[in-house]
């Protein structure tokens, strides 16, 4: 499990099914098997005291980790412990999603992110639920038919990569914990 609070970045490298990423993030407490998330998507590492991870076709397919171009960078986090606080949201690092960006509108010192996605996506979402996107926890603003706006505030944008979307690029998106078993008992 994970906050949706970004920890670090990193920079992101693909060879054929493996990745591998370079970043200041302590790795003295990073074991084999270790969760961590790159991006909303909770990878295993499979060397200790290294960001490396293997990525099966479901993650290829799924999320935008296949798409990312060498060097690029990406949000890290580690996986949190029962103790510490939980200052986003309940966070899997499950991907349910893409989103697409298609309007960014500045607005004082924040930005108004706008993101085209899935009927099935938007069907969990509530307006000030929440919603993490690359990884990141926020609150949804507005909903509409095919989109979801988000704002970000100036510690948001000081603090994550999300400063750097441009129009039509593409991000992880992944719902609500609590809204996903809710709608599933009710569909049951």
């Known amino acids: 499990m994970f906050t949706g609070i970004i920890q670090h970045t990193g920079i992101f490298s693909l060879k054929d099914s493996q990745v591998s990423i370079e970043s200041d993030m302590s790795l003295e407490d990073i074991q084999l098997g270790d969760s961590i998330a790159v991006n909303g998507v909770c990878l295993t590492t499979v060397r200790a005291q290294a960001l490396i991870f293997d990525l099966g076709p479901e993650t290829l397919s799924s999320t935008t980790l296949g798409q990312l171009k060498s060097r690029s960078k990406v949000h890290l986090e580690k996986a949190m412990r029962l103790s510490d606080r939980l200052g986003g949201h309940l966070v899997q690092g499950h991907v349910d999603g893409v989103g697409k960006v298609v309007s960014i509108k500045p607005e004082a010192d924040s930005l108004h992110i706008t993101f085209k996605t899935s009927s099935e996506i938007l069907r969990l979402c509530i307006p000030k639920g929440s919603i993490t ?43 609500d914990l609590i809204g996903k078993y809710v709608s599933n008992l009710q569909l049951n």
Not at 139 to 159: E, S
């Open 133 to 175: 996107i690359d990884g990141v926890s926020l609150t949804i603003n507005q909903i509409d038919t095919d989109t979801l706006t988000v704002c970000l505030v100036p510690h948001t944008l000081g603090q994550t990569l999300l400063k750097d979307l441009k129009l039509g690029d593409l991000v992880n998106l992944e719902n």
